[in-house]
T-cell receptor, first 116, second 113 residues
Framework: DVKVTQSSRYLVKRTGEKVFLECVQD?????MFWYRQDPGLGLRLIYF???????EKGDIPEGYSVSREKKERFSLILESASTNQTSMYLC???????????????FGPGTRLTVT | QKEVEQDPGPLSVPEGAIVSLNCTYS??????FMWYRQYSRKGPELLMY????GNKEDGRFTAQVDKSSKYISLFIRDSQPSDSATYLC?????????????FGQGTILTVHP
């Protein structure tokens, strides 16, 4: 069974703090993704990584950075947390091919981050 | 304009009803269409997948894709309380996109006994 775990289910931080969200997958997947999920906006891609130390910006990278030092671990960093970053953060890894060019993503349970 | 539009609902139906969930999209490059289901306090899980236009059936679930109209649907027959969840459509252009998905806003479905 594929497992994607996230370090915290709930997190409360203060404005201006540096925040680290950790994600680990146990299936040796190459591609990993960070999304945020907000009511009425769905899942929006923040960053993704296609290999160790390789990353690409998604649709909403502003205010975030990422780190991938090991294949199984992908970290999302909020350099200086702001209240508009209060959200649910979901990590995913790209799993098996459904057909040529399409892949299933496996998601972690999410981290509910509140910035006060 | 968002690339993928999905009616967020919420949708509340009685047990046994037929449910129709829909998404429209604007990017002609999308070739792969998926539906994910997300239970409360869980991450999304893949429910169904289709490639290009056509229908696909899996038990009580039917996914339809009409590429000419840029419209996809998920039908749930004989809906059950256990179907209560958020349903997210997702799309991919395939190719060298690294498996990136573009999601709709999600529709919250409640099936009451």
């Amino acid at each position: 069974d594929v497992k994607v775990t996230q370090s915290s289910r709930y997190l409360v931080k203060r404005t201006g703090e540096k925040v680290f969200l950790e994600c680990v997958q146990d299936m040796d997947h190459e591609n990993m993704f960070w999304y945020r999920q907000d009511p009425g906006l769905g899942l929006r891609l923040i960053y993704f990584s296609y290999d160790v130390k390789m990353k690409e910006k998604g649709d909403i990278p502003e205010g975030y950075s990422v780190s991938r030092e090991k294949k199984e671990r992908f970290s999302l960093i909020l350099e200086s947390a702001s209240t508009n970053q209060t959200s649910m953060y979901l990590c995913a890894s790209r799993g098996k091919a459904l057909s040529r060019g399409a892949y299933e993503q496996y998601f972690g349970p999410g981290t509910r981050l509140t910035v006060t | 304009q968002k690339e993928v539009e999905q009616d967020p609902g919420p949708l509340s139906v009685p047990e046994g009803a037929i449910v129709s969930l829909n998404c429209t999209y604007s990017n002609s490059a999308f070739q792969y269409f998926m539906w994910y289901r997300q239970y409360s306090r869980k991450g999304p899980e893949l429910l169904m997948y289709t490639y290009s236009s056509g229908n696909k059936e899996d038990g009580r679930f039917t996914a339809q894709v009409d590429k000419s109209s840029k419209y996809i649907s998920l039908f749930i027959r004989d809906s059950q309380p256990s179907d209560s969840a958020t349903y997210l459509c997702a799309m991919s252009a395939g190719g060298t996109s690294y498996g990136k998905l573009t999601f709709g806003q999600g529709t919250i479905l409640t099936v009451h006994p």
